[in-house]
């Protein structure tokens, strides 16, 4: 997977590339990160041959809050 210009374009814009042991805890890691952070989510695990473990990248923002239900309470922006 190549990170293009676009991913990192201005200051605040992150790619985050997380290896764990199964997909299972590298998808939940990076939903967690997701909501730190205005992110894509995981992307589709990848294996590397030679590597151990299994990889997911999420491209986050992190000049923002992340958007919840209360981003919307009257009063908010």
Known sequence: MEISEEHLCEPGLVVIDITAADEATAIQAATVLGGL?????????????????????????????????DSFAPGTT
């Open 37 to 69: 952070w205005l992110s894509s989510g995981p992307s589709a695990p990848w294996h590397t041959p030679g590597q151990a473990g299994v990889t997911v990248r999420a491209y986050a923002d992190q000049r923002r809050p992340p958007l919840t239900g």
